[in-house]
T-cell receptor, first 114, second 109 residues
Framework: EAQVTQNPRYLITVTGKKLTVTCSQN?????MSWYRQDPGLGLRQIYY???????DKGDVPEGYKVSRKEKRNFPLILESPSPNQTSLYFC?????????????FGQGTRLTVV | GQNIDQPTEMTATEGAIVQINCTYQ??????LFWYQQHAGEAPTFLSY????GLEEKGRFSSFLSRSKGYSYLLLKELQMKDSASYLC??????????FGRGTSLIVHP
């Protein structure tokens, strides 16, 4: 089954404690991206990657890091989480084959930083 | 960069037709998407337009005018389960979509 898998689904952590949210896709997609979703602000892009070892900042990259060492994985790293990073996070992947094909989303990770 | 604008909230009656508009400004254009999102869930794909005109898919249709930077999503024969947020997204030069803030649609009996 074609899917994007995020882990964990829910996470409560304390300020300053480094964490990683994993994202893996099994569709051999070139493009992957991370979004955060907050009430009234919609989905905002954090980082994106157009292929292995190629990553770029989105609209709200501050406080986040990513890596793309393999095609299937695109982890999101919060080196020192702060309460303003409490949010619902989505990972997505899409293919470049047809240009602009639909993005497939993971189930989301609800992060709370206290 | 990209700027995408859509109404915050709309209400409609079960069985009716509703049109959700989206206007955008973008450098580079590789298509416009509509997604549906129920509260707390991941967005699900509804439609993709890259050429001008109307794309019909069952009860849902999407229209695009590139020269006007304008799209709409048309939902016919509304059902209660259509109550959700509808997200307009534009793929610019990077092919990766940027999303608007979404339109919350409330369908009432």
């Amino acid at each position: 089954e074609a899917q994007v898998t995020q882990n964990p689904r829910y996470l409560i952590t304390v300020t300053g404690k480094k964490l990683t949210v994993t994202c893996s896709q099994n569709m051999n997609h070139e493009y992957m991206s991370w979004y955060r979703q907050d009430p009234g602000l919609g989905l905002r892009q954090i980082y994106y990657s157009m292929n292995v070892e190629v990553t770029d900042k989105g609209d709200v990259p501050e406080g986040y890091k990513v890596s793309r060492k393999e095609k299937r994985n695109f982890p999101l790293i919060l080196e020192s989480p702060s309460p303003n990073q409490t949010s619902l996070y989505f990972c997505a992947s899409s293919s470049s084959t047809d240009g602009g094909t639909e993005a497939f989303f993971g189930q989301g990770t609800r992060l709370t930083v206290v | 960069g990209q700027n995408i604008d859509q109404p915050t909230e709309m209400t409609a009656t079960e069985g009716a037709i509703v049109q959700i508009n989206c206007t955008y400004q973008t450098s580079g254009f590789n298509g416009l998407f509509w997604y549906q999102q129920h509260a707390g869930e991941a967005p699900t794909f509804l439609s993709y337009n890259v050429l001008d005109g109307l794309e019909e898919k069952g009860r849902f249709s999407s229209f695009l005018s590139r020269s006007k930077g304008y799209s709409y999503l048309l939902l016919k024969e509304l059902q209660m389960k259509d109550s959700a947020s509808y997200l307009c997204a534009v793929a610019g030069g990077s092919y990766i979509p940027t999303f608007g803030r979404g339109t919350s649609l409330i369908v009432h009996p």
